[in-house]
């Protein structure tokens, strides 16, 4: 609430879509992290490795990239929403 009254009112949606987006990589992140460290997400990840003929751990090893990709792209969104804030 205090960065709602700090900036502004021009700004305000700008500043709710930017938070609406960094809140679905984050959601997005944790699915593919949760993929590859829950008992559900590793079935899938075998279904994948038998359907590409690949190995588990590639395929792990795979999302573990994406994961890390997002965690990426995410720091790099909030560091942006901070430069647009300030």
Request: hydrophobic share 60%; net charge positive; charged share 5%.
């Given at each position: 609430k205090a960065l709602k009254r700090s900036i502004p009112q021009t700004f305000l949606p700008v500043i709710n879509a930017m938070l609406n987006e960094?809140?679905?990589?984050?959601?997005?992140?944790a699915l593919v992290f949760l993929s590859t460290h829950q008992g559900?997400?590793?079935?899938?990840?075998?279904?994948?490795?038998?359907?590409?003929?690949?190995?588990?751990?590639?395929?792990i090893h795979d999302f573990e990239l994406l994961h890390f990709a997002l965690f990426a792209v995410v720091n790099l969104?909030?560091?942006?929403?901070l430069f647009v804030i300030f």
């Open positions: 960094l809140g679905a990589l984050g959601f997005i992140s559900f997400g590793l079935s899938i990840l075998k279904k994948l490795a038998a359907f590409f003929g690949s190995s588990m751990h590639h395929v969104y909030f560091v942006q929403v």
